[in-house]
Structure formats: structure tokens, C-alpha cells
């Protein structure tokens, strides 16, 4: 496994394990070396030394001593917004776990098992997202001091931050920018505001951002994944909207990052949102992302046609999608194609 991560940083995260299980504490320690790391075994001296002392992740078990934590979760996040929460979790016994991963602010989680390999994978992944917060903050930063360049130093954050995606995935780098023009002839249908539609623009751009914290073994997995590989790609909804909520600059976009994966019936990830309680600019890019995501190919299949992408998009309209929106998109495909061709040539 890579320490790449380790020793690009020239400043040692501070990690904090609280659980119950010595080997997970000393794991972890021996593991990760170039950081700090502080073990506890008491939810209550946990949450008084995060109270006096700053940590960039916790490595929480969700069961300590037989009690559940999620109280733990929940006065920590009174004070602290910013740490990254790994949840441990019994094996097949999620229900509740998930429903606090849901609730509480919780990044990610690890079923326990025999191999360690997967927590540490995690423990990575986790930071590489915390590098990606501290970047923006510098930005941030910035951006304060320069009030009279602040809109072109915006658009400039917004480029870094998506090459930072796409050279990660490159399939995302036409992915994101054929969404936001997809999503764009959607919101003109729809009679949107100047400063929605830049919104859409900006959101479409980033609502993939939170695939900075997925494992490359996952995301660039070209085989069909497993149900847990599944499952940790559904957190970077959740993953995106937790890296870009520590700069206010990107305060209006968060809606479109966490919630484009929900579904209009309420079956979607990572909130299970339904109707209209998902924000209507996140329910364009839902339908703008899977056109394209159905359409394109992929390592791991061919793309599908138009009018198979079509079949799709009216077979999920009440289910998947906003029906309003679903129905927009198909007689965009059905009497605009070639804007829809354009834009596909384009990227």
C-alpha cells in the first residue's frame, strides 16, 4: 500500500482512535507513523481533548463497552464541524450505524474484520480529503484579502479544484463539463435565474469532487464492483460537500454536490431526500449525470445509445427523477439534438 500521501505532507495530521480494541489502537499507530496519532478508550476524555486540542480525523467505534456512540458524534459536531469521522461498525449489523452516518455528519465507515488493509485504505483516503480542505481554506484565504479580484480568483479556484478531479478519473473531466451543459440547456427550459443558472454551471462542475476522497482501487476499478465497493462510492456526495463547506465561496453550491444522487421516490444516497425536498438545481445535474453516465463508455462496458439513454430516463421519471425535469430532457433529445450533439463533440 502507498504512503505517498504521507510523505507529500510536510505538517502531521492528528489522528484520534477512540475504541475499546487495543490491536485497532496500535494498528493504526504502527501503521501510520509520519502523523500523530492519540488512542482513547473513553468516549468522555475523548470529547474533552477535542475540545482542547485540534484533530483532523477521529476514528470512532461505533460500539464502546457495549454502548453505541452516537451521542458522542453528536456533541462532538457542536463543537466541531470540521473533523473527519470514520465510523467502525459491527459486520452485517448497519441499520443503525447508517442512520447516524445519515444524521450525524459522518464521512465514512469500516465494517470490522480480520484485515487491516481496508481501515488504513480509509485512514488515506480520509486525509487525502482533509488536504483537499486545507487547500481550499488557503484559497479562502486568499480570496479575503483580495475583495476587488474576488470573482476571477472564484473562477479560478473552481478550475484548480476540477483538474484536481480529472486527473484523478480522466473519464470525469468530459463527464463533468458535458453535465454542466446538459444541465445548462435544462435550467433554460426552465426559465432560470441569471444567478441560478450560474450556479447549475459551477455546481455541475464539482458535483463529482468528492471522489478526491474514494480509493483508486475503487474508483478506477474495471471490473464490476463488489456491494461494500458500492457502497463507498455513494459517500462522495457526502465526501464532496464535506471538502468544499469550509470555504463560504462555495456555500451556494453544496445543495448540488450533496444531493444529486437522490432520488425523487426518496430511494437515492447518501440522505434519502424525495420530491421537492431535494433543491431543484440538484435534480437537473440527476438527470443531466445519468444521461451521460449512460451514455458513455467506461472501462468496464460500452456506451449506450440515445435512444436507449432515452428508454431509461422515461422509465425512472417518477422514480429516479423529477418527473418535470425528466420529461424537459426528452424533448430536448427528442427536437434539440443537436445541441446535445454539440456538446458531445465538444468534450
Known sequence: MSLGVMEENSIKEKILVLTDIPSIINSVKSYFQNY???????????INLLKKEHFDLIVLDYIINSVHTDYVI????????????????????????????????????????????QLALLIESGIKSINQMKLIREMNSEL??????????????????????????????????????????????LNLSDSEMR???????????????????????TDKLTKSEYEKIKEHPAIGAHILSNSSIFSDILPIVKYHHEYYNGAGYPY??????????????????????????????????????????????????DPMIAQIFIDILDNNFNEILEIHEKY
Open 74 to 117: 453528536a456533541e462532538i459536531r457542536t463543537f466541531d464541524k470540521d473533523i473527519y469521522i470514520l465510523l467502525i461498525t459491527e459486520p452485517k449489523d448497519l441499520v443503525s450505524p447508517l442512520e447516524t452516518i445519515r444524521l450525524l455528519d459522518v464521512q465514512s465507515y469500516y465494517e470490522k474484520s480480520e484485515s487491516f488493509d
Open 199 to 221: 450556479l447549475l454551471k459551477i455546481g455541475s462542475f464539482f458535483h463529482d469532487i468528492g471522489k478526491i476522497g474514494i480509493p483508486d482501487a475503487i474508483l478506477l476499478k
Open 144 to 189: 479575503s484579502k483580495y475583495n476587488t479580484m474576488l470573482e476571477q480568483s472564484y473562477l479560478d479556484s473552481i478550475e484548480v479544484l476540477k483538474n484536481t478531479v480529472e486527473a484523478k478519473d480522466f473519464y470525469t473531466k468530459g463527464h463533468s463539463n458535458r453535465v454542466a451543459e446538459y444541465s445548462l440547456l435544462i435550467g433554460e427550459r
Open 36 to 46: 500523530t496519532v492519540v488512542g482513547i478508550s473513553e468516549p468522555s476524555e475523548a
Open 272 to 321: 434519502g431526500l424525495a420530491g421537492e425536498e431535494i433543491p431543484i438545481l440538484a435534480r437537473i445535474v440527476s438527470v443531466a449525470d445519468a444521461f451521460d453516465a449512460i451514455t458513455s463508455k467506461r472501462s468496464y462496458r460500452d456506451a449506450s445509445t440515445i435512444e436507449e439513454a432515452k428508454n431509461e430516463i422515461k422509465k425512472c421519471s417518477g422514480s429516479q427523477f
